[in-house]
């Protein structure tokens, strides 16, 4: 029980660390966050209450069932679009992290024709197409934001067997095995659409091929390549990078 409590910590320093990477790298600012599914308990997740990731410390990571309602009573005003997080981990039993970002080089792609695609080495764990979800489709004007229930569930069903979805007018939600999978695909797809919009201005652009993101594909989360980006992150953000095992 005591090694349960040890772990559970480990697990929430390294979704701490994910909270300050992601705001150190500018994929988070005031808004947006990333979670996890429980080390224990596969039917919640892991999530700060309503903070910007920047500010957040062990002490502000509550507990949530797939639905979005508190684990425990006392739980402060959560984000209001928690729902993303949930649905996800409802449909997708492969899924142990999750993150939603509102940044801003991805935004064109969610709302010009233009297909956002892999086109650098980095980013070719966003897969080969990113689908596209608009909230208008099936609930007609909202405020854009994902806060209920069906809404999550209508994203997730967007998502499929992807790791990444744009979100019309919005941003993205990304999908991972773990922490440093998810955190690398929000850190390197806006890269990759800030240099795919630059390209876009010489022409024709040649994107990643099938073939190239598959063998790139093949990478394990788990891997010592993956672990030196994770440490040069935590390094930069200020905060220790804890154990690979904890990931
Ligand atoms: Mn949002």
Redesign the pocket.
Known sequence: MTQDVDKLNRCIHMLVAANRILANEGVVDA??HVSIRHPFEPNQYLISRSLSPELVTAEDIYAFHLDGSPVVANTPTPYL?RF?HGSIYKKRPDIHAVV???ADDVLPFTIAREPLRPVINTASDMGLEVPLWDIHDHFGDTN???TNPDQGDDLAQGLGDHKVIL?RG??FSAAGKNLVEVVKVAIYMPKNAKILMNALRLGPVKGLTPGEIEIRSKVDPKSPQMWRAWEFWCSKAGIAAGSKEDL
């Open positions: 808004y947006g679009e993303i939603h970002s509102h854009l934001l994902v979100m919005h941003g």
